[in-house]
């Protein structure tokens, strides 16, 4: 059977949810390889193995991350050139689409990002794309080259199918166009404590109307007694009331968790792009025209400081 | 320093989107055009960074006629001329077209025969939100790719950028030239000045079809597209659910929904 090549997601070994997504729907397709670039193999062999990983392709040479994406694109291009490679999944993070951008160029194969889905089909592999906001579901099949799709986290449940997670190490002579940019500093913001945003599976977001970076306490309280991330709309990361990695919405994330809780947010169609595919959504607003209880499932006409504290205790009540 | 600054005209976001049933590519009729907003970012930083230089900006754009108004926007924000890539084949064109469309042009006569030190782009066209040419166009160029750029400092030597990460920012440093792109958060776009926006009339435009750029129809358009839409469905709308008025029990009734859902 044709090999399918998951790029790995991770932080020195400790690894991402968006992978073990991967990992899962890569076993319909093909046989699994992950592809694990960096540091960290070591702490990362259990999780692989248990989603399925059948071999790992290592690359642990720190040139690889001493130069922002075009290493990791050269090395897939490689594995692709190398082996019977049917489709190259990659996270479709940030990060992720620029590896399947180069890759696609290199290989002269067509790619897909934002995929919520991929199945194998007579027509080779088909990707389901949610766009528009999730008002409109189109699916695409790649017409040239090795199918590279980019697919969006939080798009699949992960289920374990033990493999063996066999170690194969892989040797990159890296051309000197791969090396252009280098990274002189990483810079890592104190951790939360709290999920990643794109892949929490609840979601707390405050808007202008939490009025003011210190009331976003307010917010966090009720995320962490629902064991959430936090999210912010651009009018509040504007203000300067949470970080810009924290923004959801046309230019900041897409999310696509199981709850989504919108407090002090009117619901602007830009904002709307970024969090429209939730599964339930609900939202606190004083206003009772704000557009954002056009799409909620449970709606609440009353003042944020009132509510988010209430449900914040009454949560924390029912967990006893 | 020369800069070029490559901008994608796009349907303005507040109107609603939707595909043609014919060909499956946006129907831009139904919806005004402006110039995409990320790129309203690299517009400035472009000037701003001549500025500092006394530099030049040259303005890309690949797209159909309509995409002249998204030049002029730049050119009278302070931008010096324009490269419009225009041609009936480039409809429906991805983002692998779009990137060897603006690699040639860059090459071109017109665009100086590449001698750019930086190019920079939005990173992302609120359209079709794919984030792929930036990448694309420096892996066609061989040219040092430096995206998601935050912050952007040269001294004509080399540059230096802060790259958004999910944990904070990575500094990536290389030499010139380059390609950038910009998030936002980078700065805050002038408007146009009532001078400004006479002087962009003034201001030279060179139009390149794909004859002169040396490209075949059958590489670029939906013809030449690496990936096909096999079909697409609208959705319903999302329909309201329960409302409620908060009369002092707002926060309970709403963790009952929750419950009442399985998500608490
Ligand atoms: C090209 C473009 C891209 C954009 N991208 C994004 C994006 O990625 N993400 C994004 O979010 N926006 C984006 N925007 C901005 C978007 O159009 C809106 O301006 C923004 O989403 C508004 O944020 P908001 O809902 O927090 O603020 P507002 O629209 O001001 O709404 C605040 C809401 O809070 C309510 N409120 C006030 N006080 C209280 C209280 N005490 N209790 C309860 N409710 C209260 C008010 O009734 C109001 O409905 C973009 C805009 C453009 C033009
Ligand atoms: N047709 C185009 N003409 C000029 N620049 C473009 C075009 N399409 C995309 N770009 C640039 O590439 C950036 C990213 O677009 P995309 O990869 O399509 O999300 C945009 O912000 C523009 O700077």
């Keep these: 059977m044709a090999e399918i090549l998951v790029l790995v997601d991770h932080l020195d070994g400790d690894v991402k949810k968006v992978t073990l997504e991967l990992l899962t729907k890569a076993r319909s397709l093909g046989e699994v390889s992950a592809v694990f670039v960096g540091s960290g193999f070591d702490t990362a062999k259990d999780k692989l193995a248990e989603y399925g990983a059948a071999t790992v392709h290592v690359a642990d040479a720190d040139e690889l991350t001493a130069h922002p994406v075009a290493p990791k694109a050269e090395l897939l291009a490689k594995l692709v050139a190398d082996g019977d490679v049917a489709a190259v999944l990659v996270p479709g993070t940030a990060e992720g689409k620029e590896v399947a951008a180069r890759l696609a160029i290199k290989t002269g194969s067509g ?3 934002d995929a919520v889905d991929v199945v194998a089909s007579d027509q080779g592999i088909v990707a389901e794309q949610s766009v528009f906001g999730g008002s409109t579901v189109v699916h695409s099949t790649i017409t040239r080259g090795t199918p590279v799709v980019a697919v969006r986290p939080n798009a699949t449940q992960p289920e374990p199918a033990p493999a063996a997670a066999e170690r194969v190490d892989v040797a990159v002579e890296l051309s000197a166009s791969a090396k252009l940019a280098t990274v002189t500093e990483r810079v890592v913001k104190s951790r939360t404590g709290r999920p990643d945003l794109t892949e929490a599976s609840i979601v707390v977001s405050g808007g202008r109307g939490v009025n003011g970076a210190e009331n976003f306490t307010v917010v966090e309280a009720l995320a962490d007694a629902l064991g ?3 999210g912010a709309s651009r009018a509040a990361v504007d203000s300067g009331w949470y970080p810009h990695q924290s923004q959801v919405g046309q230019t900041g994330k897409t999310v696509s968790p199981q709850l989504y809780v919108a407090a002090g947010i009117s619901g602007a169609i830009q904002h709307r792009a970024g969090m429209q595919t939730s599964k339930t959504i609900v939202a606190v607003n004083k206003d009772a025209e704000a557009p954002i209880f056009d799409l909620v499932d449970f709606g ?17 009540a029912r967990k006893g | 320093m020369k800069i070029v600054v490559c901008v994608k005209q796009v349907p303005d976001t507040a109107s609603e989107k939707a595909l043609r049933s014919e060909d499956s590519t946006l129907d831009r009729d139904a919806v005004d055009a402006v110039m995409n907003e990320m790129d309203e970012f690299a517009v400035e930083e472009a000037l701003q960074l001549a500025e500092r230089t006394d530099g030049e900006v040259t303005v890309l754009l690949m797209g159909p006629d309509q995409g002249t108004e998204t030049i002029r926007k730049a050119l009278s924000m302070g931008a010096h001329k324009g490269i419009h890539v225009v041609d009936d084949a480039l409809h429906g064109s991805d983002a692998v077209a779009t990137s060897a469309v603006l690699a040639a042009a860059l090459a071109s006569e017109e665009g100086a025969g590449g001698a750019y030190d930086l190019i920079i782009l939005g990173s992302e066209a609120s359209d079709a939100r794919t984030s792929l040419v930036p990448a694309m166009l420096a892996e066609r160029l061989g040219l040092p790719q430096l995206t998601f750029a935050q912050k952007v400092d040269t001294d004509g030597a080399n540059v230096t950028v802060e790259r958004l990460t999910d944990y904070g920012h990575d500094v990536v440093t290389s030499g010139l030239p380059a390609v950038v792109s910009v998030v936002e958060k980078i700065n805050e776009p002038r408007y146009p000045s009532f001078k400004g926006i006479m002087a962009a009339k003034k201001k030279p ?9 040396g490209l075949d129809a059958a590489e670029v358009g939906a013809a030449g597209a690496w990936s096909k839409v096999e079909d697409f469905a609208v959705r319903p709308p999302r329909t309201t659910g329960e409302l409620v008025k908060d009369e002092g029990d707002g926060g309970k009734q709403l963790v009952s929904f929750l419950a009442s859902r399985k998500l608490v």
């Design chain 1, 111 to 113: 790619v897909i990002t």
């Design chain 1, 228 to 230: 959430g991330a936090v």
């Design chain 1, 300 to 316: 609440v006409i009353g003042d944020l400081f009132d509510v988010l504290p209430q449900a914040t205790e009454e949560v924390a």
């Design chain 2, 205 to 213: 435009v060179s139009t390149l079809d794909l004859g002169d750029l």
